[in-house]
């Protein structure tokens, strides 16, 4: 006879540059952890099935659809939501670029492209598609998206040097109200 | 909602298990046992037509019509629309050249990124509260209320800004649900959210088609006469199919001035999940099988198919197939459209077939229009609320859905007040509450409805503005001007108050006040819309059309069939782009979207009636990448009943992509392409089959 009692497991993780420590089932989901215990509700649940994307997050620096992570598996890992991107110049480009409709596919998209902008900050054509087709836009014909993605990576050398080496401080993986000290460096 | 002794469709739901948590609830489903005695399956509106098929609805006869709807009981007819014009015998008669068409459009689905949800609380006092992620916030509040009779204004209805929807949403599906569920625990809040799966075959899903059609022509290329059969795939039950197989009748001719036309355009019922509207609303449908039609025509008669288009392109002075007369304001310029798209794909200077080896590259086309086929109260309510800095709050019943509705609401409201789009706030929310109300988001009227009702409204507020303003200014209100934050004197704009100073009332040199707070309000119904005549069809279903031309280049490997979509192109009679890069927007998400369907989307069954794909690993959605180069222009030949002009256009992009990629992979392989989805497999098919 199969027991609805759950079993909590603790959990202690980093999201958005803040420790956290976490009581959470082990069937759980990283998506559902991070949406119902921590309100980080930017990352979307889409299919649930790690076929849309809309769930996407960085964990060490590497997108991952939070969907298929259990949150145990989370245990000392550093994690980035779209909340932790809040002044990201990706975001920025999406916003400009107009590269969403009804916005839910977004975060996923914007996640993404930051996690290849630092994992291949020299992506070619092909290497960005290939990083973005692991998402779905409903909305779009895709054409702004590219449009923005291009002005990311096609940006002036002196620019994309700034985001990389802020990229690389950490800086947009935090919250704004956390002090400097706290910031792991990966 | 829930199924009483019969399941009409795989994912059907026949129980709702309420619990503290989600996997609570998912463990005593599965404790449920359901016995099933299968019964014979209806797999297609043809197969559903036939004597000997069984009956999906035994009791069709004692069903209660909400809408003018015919069904014919006895049989598994949910709805007939008749189209009857002109004469046939004459018709056919003028028609030297006939052709005749049958294709096949199956059901598919919406797809939005996010799932249907909702939420419902039932108060002590009654008082009903539900959220959801909707198209119809007003229709919600209606069906709940006539329902579980509870009185109007106790049902509260919220809608967030929602994440996609293109028609799905604007069905009725998980609010009911979660009423009863909430109802079933005293009232406690209760959250329905669909997994994909329950969202994909669960909740209504895209109508299909199976179409015939008979064209006839004259030998100098003017077509006479058709007459066109719609089987409209509207599921096990009747949704929005019903009213949208009376949508496929309306304009089933395509944009052409045919004078003698029958169509019958039936909603069949199948045992397949259910049809609901969808971005196009019957359109892309009967689209692709006109176009289809059009485009063997034009070889029959041998002309080039643009050419063939324009030839007998619908105008100003011909009437619609429901008998409506045509006007420039009403129809719009599609000979304009051809003309313009004819430019941008550069169609004359190059052949639409070119070879290289064993790649082909070939364009095809099509012309669409569409009409709203609204019901006769469709209308919407606006208030403008000054705040005493000035600003402005804009409430309204317009879903956002990414459209950007509210946007080009506040463009206008702005444009009319004379002042800065950044002073007006418009939440992305609804509350029908405190919103007042528009019908539904849905056939591209929001921007119409709503948007003359903020006309109003905003013509309402600069009234009282002017009216307050001649007291203090000594002027009569007919001196004055409202712009850029003051109401001034016309004749000299330095003399003049500050809007701020007066919004709230006006404190005069005594400290008296006089007025009080601005508030405009506005509403609109669309006027002189009427039913159509049971037997001829005809009548007047919605105040204007929009009409344009689409292209698709394709590039077919001939080895195998696989293909990559180069090339598509739209013009589109827009009346007035309120918002250029939002319209563009709008449209080449709907290419892409119509691109899909036609591409790759379908539900595949089992022999049991089983949907096979229900995920997106399965069921393929157009990813980056695949995009192909788009072009957009636009025509703008003004609508006079709608501010500035504009027509819709949210839909429109999508109608006209099926038959374009249809003609162009025809055009490339040479076989008669009748079937959607167009994978390689399928075309490797109708090739080999045809040999």
New interface residues.
Partial sequence: M?T?E?VYYSLTCYVNGERQTLRV?A?NTLLHVLREDLGLTGC??????G??G?CTILVNGLPIKSCLMLAVEAEGLQMTTIEGLRNSPVLSVFARK?A??????TPGFIVNCHGLLSAHPDANVETI?FW??S????????????EAVQAVFCAEERCKAVILRELRRGRYGRNPSYSENHTTDR | MLAIDKVRYFGEPIALVVAEKEYIAEMAALRIKADYEPLPVVHSPSEALRKDSPLIHEHLAKYKKHEQVYPEPGTNIANRTRIRKGNMEEGWNKSEITVEVQVTMPQSDHAAIETRCSTAEIMPSGKTIIHSTSQSPYIIRMAISQSFHIPLHQVIVHTPLVGGSFGGKSAIYTELLAFIASSAVGGRAVRLVLPREQDMVSAPVHIGLDARIKLGCTREGKIAATEILHLFDGGAYSDRGAVMSRAGATDCTGPYRIDNVQCDSLCVYTNHPYSTSFRGFGHPELTFAMERAIDLMAARVGMDPLEFRFHNAIGPGDTSPTQTDLNKSNLGDLPMCIAKLKEIIYWDSRPQVQTSGHLVKATGVSCFWKNSNTPLNAGAGAVVIFNSDGSVNLLCGAVEIGQGTRTALTQILAERLGMEERRIHISTDVDTETDPWLWKTVASRSTLLSGNAVLKAADDAIEQLKNMASIILERTPDELAVGGGRVFVIEHPGIGIEIAQIVDGYKDSTGNMIGGQVIGRGSYTMPDLTLLDPETGKGKTGPEWTVGAQAVEVEVNKRDYSYRIVKAATVMDAGKVINPEMARSQITGAMSMGLGLASREAFLFDPNGAVLDLQFRTYKLMRYGEQPEYSVEFVETPHLEAPYGLRGIGEHGLIGMPAALANGLSAATGASLNRLPLTPESIWRTVHDSV
């Fill in positions: 199969p609805t759950p089932r069937a979307k649940p889409g299919c649930e099935n076929d849309c809309a107009q969403f409709q009804c916005g839910y596919c598609r973005l087709e998402n779905i836009c409903r909305c779009t014909s895709y054409e702004e998206i590219h």
